[in-house]
């Protein structure tokens, strides 16, 4: 092995032991790619202060002896072709003694090597294959056992999968969530099959945060964004189901009118609603558009990756927080410098996130985002608020000059029980509209959207509306999802 493979294997029995996390390790490693290789990882782990001198010393003791035992596996694989099972926890570091192992690492660096060319029987620390051709079936088996699951899923139309610990299966379709099968999961079966899908970089972060994020793909089956969480019981799980190819509008069942807000080159169109009512969705679907018909540089951020845009008439770069980058802040302020026309947001969760699609879309870009908010005058108060007040009034001045548009949806259950239909919101910023927020009195932007209906606004009340009269939702479903509900024959909230 020569210095980067060791400094891998250093790097990998720090995260083992818990004396650091994924995240460091990954930040000590770029530190060193930036230095051109000229430090160790174990030098920038001390400098950085994520480890003391005292336990890179035990680090680099451990690092000796895996080693020294792999060098004797190599050895005594050589003269025996049958190697004898019980010792494969023994190639690996302790993670609550390091200590030990430092004490034991000269000792066992050389006597191993030592003998093995004497014996005519293998050396304990060559045993690894038999446990590892038991565990391969047993993970191969888990694995398959929660593809059956997904598969099936997505088959029923399901649009979320969801496994518990000490729980029966469930998914969600058409809005509501339904029980799959009878037999509840055991913690170690569940775990079992959630882990199998896991990389090691994905585990440990796991163990380190109990949570993960990342974007799965099953063959011949479609993506899925995934959470895979920690909870009392055990593991749990949902995997969101993706599509394989960005949809339509009319797929999505929206109005072509929407297709007009991938005509702005700058400024910023923001895309609201609950968690599930399909907001990336509905961007992916206006970024296809942009893609066949513009001939830009395309820069998503996402967290994860949900549907995958292949460049067609303009370039198309996605990246991945975690994975790529490790914020949304950073890869927005870095993308400011990667030259692109379109910036799609995943999601504008906080302050510096916010502040920097601002300047996005102040300088030229054209900026697609989306935000949990529940109307469009509720957006423009939440992007205001998320400033100190000694800022707020500049941020209104900027969000009067760069926003675009505003679309706010819900997904509502039809009255024939064939999916749901979209029920819309959307506000169109023109000068009454910027004045408005630059002054605020974003309250008043209620009658511009009455009014705004052949500029293409409308209430979402009206949305509904609409959708009743076509018979398409039934009156309750509307009285759910509505802002006034005297309007559809029910009671003033």
């Given amino acids: 092995m020569g210095p980067e493979s060791n400094d891998s294997l250093l790097g990998r029995i720090a995260v083992h032991t818990k004396l650091i996390s994924a995240e460091q390790l990954n930040e000590a490693t770029r530190e ?15 400098e950085k202060g994520f480890v003391t001198p005292a336990q890179l010393q035990k ?40 200590a030990k192992d430092a004490a034991a690492a000269p000792a066992a660096a050389a006597p191993a090597a030592e003998v093995a060319p004497r014996r005519a029987v293998p050396a304990k620390p060559a045993a690894a294959k038999p446990a590892a051709r038991a565990a391969a079936p047993a993970q191969a088996g888990a694995r398959e056992a929660l593809h059956a699951v997904l598969r099936e899923g997505v088959a029923a139309g399901a649009s979320d999968v969801h496994l518990h610990s000490n729980a029966v299966p469930r998914w969600r379709r058409h809005g509501a969530l339904e029980v799959r099968g009878e037999a509840p999961l055991a913690p170690e079966q569940a775990a079992a099959m959630l882990r199998s899908v896991l ?14 994020d990342f974007a799965y793909t099953l063959e011949k089956t479609g993506r899925f964004r995934v959470n895979v969480y920690q909870q009392q019981h055990g593991l749990d799980a949902v995997f969101r189901a993706i599509p394989d ?4 509008l009319d797929e999505l ?16 169109v923001l895309l609201t609603g609950p968690a599930g009512c399909g907001k990336s969705s509905t961007m ?22 949900e549907y995958v845009h292949a460049s067609k008439q303009c370039l198309v770069n996605q990246r991945q927080v975690r994975t ?41 870009h054209f900026v697609l985002g989306t935000l949990h908010t529940s109307s469009t005058i509720r957006t423009i108060d939440r992007l205001v608020s998320v400033f100190p ?52 009195k974003s309250f008043q932007i209620r009658s511009i959207l009455q009014t705004g209906g052949a500029q293409g606004m409308c209430l979402l009340d009206g949305s509904l509306e609409e959708l009743v009269k076509a018979g398409t939702i039934t009156k309750e479903e509307a009285r759910r999802h509505c802002e006034e509900a005297k309007r559809f024959g029910g009671t003033a909230a």
């Avoid at 060193?32 to 001390?46: H, K, T």
């Avoid at 190819?245 to 339509?248: D, K, N, R, V, Y």
């Fill in 199 to 212: 990389s090691p970089e994905q585990l440990a972060r796991l163990d380190a945060e109990g949570q993960v």
């Fill in 324 to 364: 790529h980058t490790e914020s949304f802040a950073r890869a927005l302020r870095a993308g400011l410098r990667e030259d692109p026309d379109v910036i799609a947001i995943g999601e504008l969760r906080d302050l510096e996130t916010i502040s920097l699609a601002l300047t996005a879309a102040e300088t030229g």
């Fill in 284 to 305: 992916a679907a206006l970024l296809n558009l942009v893609n066949e018909e513009r001939s830009d540089h395309i820069l998503t951020i996402e967290d994860p990756i």
């Fill in 389 to 440: 007040p000694d800022q707020q009034g500049q941020v209104r001045t900027m969000l009067s000059e760069s926003l675009r548009a505003v679309v706010s949806q819900r997904l509502v259950p039809r009255a024939d029980g064939a999916g749901r239909a979209p029920a819309l919101e959307v506000l169109i910023a023109n000068k009454a509209v910027g004045n408005l927020i630059r002054e605020n």
């Fill in 245 to 248: 190819h960005p949809p339509s």
């Fill in 59 to 98: 680090l680099l003791a451990a690092q000796k002896q895996v080693l020294a035992k792999h060098v004797a596996k190599k050895t005594t694989t050589a003269i025996v072709p049958e190697p004898e099972p019980g010792a494969a926890e023994a190639s690996l570091p302790q993670p609550k003694a390091p």
């Fill in 32 to 46: 060193q790619g930036r230095s051109g290789g000229r430090f160790r990882l174990g030098e920038v782990l001390v």
């Fill in 253 to 268: 069942g929206l109005p072509n009118s929407l297709a007009r807000l991938t005509n702005f080159h700058q400024g910023m």
